[in-house]
């Protein structure tokens, strides 16, 4: 009897439950249409059955459930199969694989067989072996394989970290579209933004919204389009993307960026700003160099020197601006032959110098200038132009084989000319005031021309007017060694003759005007840019 009742146990045991150690199938009918879908069931510990009416009948895994539909495999501690309304449901210690290429982990998941659709919660974890992607909360197409998150969640793709309140993960192509408090962490890179999208594999993030970045220098990026390479450390912004670095900023329709080199490349209506020195550079094509310090422009550049009632404004084929050396700094003696007092602690902003090849042109209210090339530095603020350098003030004319330009707080305050310094002034039709000299020093008075000497071999020709303004003669000086001219209100007004002169009063009547022109007497007014809109014009 005891034996009978045993193998009544058991029989009874085994029509409630199964182990599955073979294959099954469970095959389950859409609703919408008469399409067949088949999940197998390839292990569990225990399966029972139970019915929940008279048309659905409950299947339960227990242990080890490992299922699979097409290419998607299922993991589980426990399975519920509803084969009447098309549902999956798994917990505690879900995985699945889909095609071999994404894992998604949670705690809970919810499968919709016939829609291929499947939610899961509870801890959730989807990775594709480069990027992990967790959240409290995914819905994922199978068909499309396509996962979606509405409750926050976190992407770690190696240094990098990701945060939104929504996201889109495309296992196909590795991309996830972040959208809402988008906030990117890497140890090189803050960036907060609307939306963003960002490939794991590739690493790299695309801008699709106004988008902040700052760098862990404290540089900051403001742009709205583009791409960066968080792999590689390239960039490329649209859109008028701008770049601050302390007092410097860069603003241009495109701009590439590389970390590594520390080059940038702007493009399109480019503006380079230092409010530290007041200093902009407008042009098509900028190249800077973050670890040198340095920047080039071409394309018609134009450097402004900003001063509220009279700015500079520097035009050049190409304009060049870098970092004096240290070795230069710390000599603390001379600048091309000028004492540089003033670079004894030298501020950072004075540290930088300007170079002009070709075609340099220079405007300001009180002074207009051109040359074939120019240096500036900062330390002493003066412009050195090389090359058939002409300068005008005051309606002057000065020339010179090479030409100083000294400025204080961005005004003309003195200029030397050596080499054949000539200065021409027009008093009338065919009459022009002349002084030449081996050296020309003139001196600027709130930025008008005050004073001006020639020394060495000097000559001038003076006209002479009356206190009615009308024409008494012409005084010639064909030799002296020093000639001052003074000036008041804009106008010439006494021209002093020092040491051993030489000189002829010539009467109006009897002065040939053709003759009273010194040697390489030229009027180049016509070159003279005449406002900044003729910086550009020839």
Same mark, same amino acid.
Request: proline share 2%; charged share 25%; net charge neutral.
């Given at each position: 009897?005891?034996?009978?009742?045993?193998?009544?146990?058991?029989?009874?045991?085994?029509?409630?439950?199964?182990?599955?150690?073979?294959?099954?199938?469970?095959?389950? /009918?859409?609703?919408?249409?008469?399409?067949?879908?088949?999940?197998?069931?390839?292990?569990?510990?225990?399966? $029972?059955?139970?019915?929940?009416?008279?048309?659905?009948?409950?299947?339960?895994?227990?242990?080890?459930?490992?299922?699979?539909?097409?290419?998607?495999?299922?993991?589980?501690?426990?399975?519920?199969?509803?084969?009447?309304?098309?549902?999956?449901?798994?917990?505690?210690?879900?995985?699945?694989?889909?095609?071999?290429?994404?894992?998604?982990?949670?705690?809970?998941?919810?499968?919709?067989?016939?829609?291929?659709?499947?939610?899961?919660?509870?801890?959730?974890?989807?990775?594709?072996?480069?990027?992990?992607?967790?959240?409290?909360?995914?819905?994922?197409?199978?068909?499309? $394989?396509?996962?979606? +998150?509405?409750?926050?969640?976190?992407?770690?793709?190696?240094?990098?970290?990701?945060?939104?309140?929504?996201?889109?993960?495309?296992?196909?192509?590795?991309?996830?579209?972040? /959208?809402?408090?988008? =906030?990117?962490?890497?140890?090189?890179?803050?960036?907060?933004?609307?939306?963003?999208?960002?490939?794991?594999?590739?690493?790299?993030? !695309?801008?699709?919204?106004?988008?902040?970045?700052?760098?862990?220098?404290?540089?900051?990026?403001?742009?709205?389009?583009?791409?960066?390479?968080?792999?590689?450390? /390239?960039?490329?912004?649209?859109?008028?993307?701008?770049?601050?670095?302390?007092?410097?900023?860069?603003?241009?329709?495109?701009?590439?960026?590389?970390?590594?080199?520390?080059?940038?490349?702007?493009?399109?209506?480019?503006?380079?700003?230092?409010?530290?020195?007041?200093?902009? =550079?407008?042009?098509? &094509?900028?190249?800077?160099?973050?670890?040198?310090?340095?920047?080039?422009?071409?394309?018609?550049?134009?450097?402004?020197?900003?001063?509220?009632?009279?700015?500079?404004?520097?035009?050049?084929?190409?304009?060049?601006?870098?970092?004096?050396?240290?070795?230069?700094?710390?000599?603390?003696?001379?600048?091309?032959?000028? !004492?540089?007092?003033?670079?004894?602690?030298?501020?950072?902003?004075?540290?930088?110098?300007?170079?002009?090849?070709?075609?340099?042109?220079?405007?300001?209210?009180? &002074?207009?200038?051109?040359?074939?090339?120019?240096?500036?530095?900062?330390?002493?603020?003066?412009?050195?132009?090389?090359?058939?350098?002409?300068?005008?003030?005051?309606?002057?004319?000065?020339?010179?084989?090479?030409?100083?330009?000294?400025?204080?707080?961005?005004?003309?305050?003195?200029?030397?000319?050596?080499?054949?310094?000539?200065?021409?002034?027009?008093?009338?039709?065919?009459?022009?005031?002349?002084? /030449?000299?081996?050296?020309?020093?003139?001196?600027?008075?709130?930025?008008?021309?005050?004073?001006?000497?020639?020394?060495?071999?000097?000559?001038?020709? +003076?006209?002479?007017?009356?206190?009615?303004?009308?024409?008494?003669?012409?005084?010639?000086?064909?030799?002296?060694?020093?000639?001052?001219?003074?000036?008041?209100?804009?106008?010439?007004?006494?021209?002093?003759?020092?040491?051993?002169?030489?000189?002829?009063?010539?009467?109006?009547?009897?002065?040939?005007?053709?003759?009273?022109?010194?040697?390489?007497?030229?009027?180049?007014?016509?070159?003279?840019?005449?406002?900044?809109?003729?910086?550009?014009?020839?």
């Amino acid at each position: 009897m005891k034996q009978l009742a045993f193998l009544v146990c058991i029989a009874i045991c085994m029509m409630m439950s199964r182990q599955t150690s073979a294959q099954s199938a469970v095959q389950f /009918k859409s609703k919408d249409n008469d399409s067949i879908r088949t999940v197998y069931i390839w292990h569990s510990d225990t399966l $029972r059955e139970a019915k929940k009416d008279s048309l659905t009948t409950i299947q339960s895994l227990f242990g080890h459930v490992k299922l699979q539909q097409e290419k998607t495999i299922f993991f589980a501690d426990s399975v519920s199969i509803n084969q009447k309304d098309n549902i999956v449901e798994a917990f505690r210690n879900v995985h699945i694989n889909d095609s071999d290429t994404t894992d998604i982990y949670s705690q809970y998941m919810k499968y919709y067989v016939d829609k291929k659709y499947i939610i899961f919660q509870k801890n959730v974890k989807l990775t594709d072996s480069k990027g992990v992607l967790t959240t409290e909360d995914l819905q994922y197409d199978v068909n499309q $394989r396509i996962g979606n +998150y509405t409750s926050g969640g976190r992407v770690v793709n190696g240094s990098t970290i990701i945060t939104s309140k929504d996201g889109t993960y495309y296992s196909a192509t590795r991309d996830v579209y972040f /959208k809402k408090d988008v =906030v990117l962490k890497d140890p090189a890179y803050d960036l907060t933004s609307d939306s963003l999208l960002y490939n794991t594999q590739t690493q790299i993030a !695309t801008f699709i919204a106004p988008t902040y970045i700052r760098d862990s220098s404290g540089s900051t990026v403001n742009t709205k389009d583009g791409f960066y390479d968080l792999h590689n450390h /390239k960039a490329h912004f649209l859109g008028r993307a701008k770049i601050t670095d302390s007092s410097q900023s860069i603003i241009a329709d495109d701009i590439n960026f590389d970390d590594s080199t520390g080059i940038s490349i702007a493009r399109g209506n480019a503006v380079f700003k230092d409010t530290a020195q007041g200093i902009s =550079v407008i042009a098509n &094509l900028m190249i800077s160099n973050k670890k040198t310090n340095s920047l080039l422009a071409t394309e018609k550049p134009l450097m402004i020197l900003k001063e509220d009632k009279d700015s500079i404004y520097v035009r050049a084929d190409t304009l060049f601006s870098g970092k004096i050396p240290d070795s230069i700094l710390n000599k603390r003696d001379t600048l091309d032959g000028i !004492t540089a007092s003033n670079t004894r602690n030298p501020s950072d902003s004075s540290k930088r110098y300007l170079q002009g090849y070709h075609h340099v042109r220079i405007f300001s209210d009180s &002074l207009q200038a051109v040359a074939d090339s120019l240096y500036y530095s900062g330390l002493d603020s003066v412009f050195r132009l090389y090359t058939n350098p002409i300068a005008w003030a005051s309606g002057y004319q000065i020339t010179g084989d090479t030409m100083y330009l000294y400025t204080k707080n961005k005004k003309p305050d003195h200029l030397y000319a050596f080499e054949n310094g000539l200065v021409v002034g027009k008093s009338g039709e065919n009459m022009y005031n002349q002084v /030449k000299g081996n050296t020309l020093n003139g001196y600027f008075k709130d930025g008008e021309i005050d004073f001006m000497r020639a020394k060495g071999s000097a000559e001038s020709v +003076y006209y002479i007017k009356d206190d009615s303004l009308s024409l008494v003669g012409v005084n010639r000086v064909n030799k002296a060694d020093i000639i001052d001219m003074i000036f008041l209100n804009k106008e010439l007004n006494k021209v002093i003759l020092r040491n051993d002169a030489d000189a002829t009063m010539y009467p109006i009547r009897k002065v040939n005007f053709d003759d009273m022109k010194l040697r390489n007497f030229k009027w180049l007014d016509a070159q003279r840019p005449k406002t900044k809109f003729e910086l550009f014009e020839e």
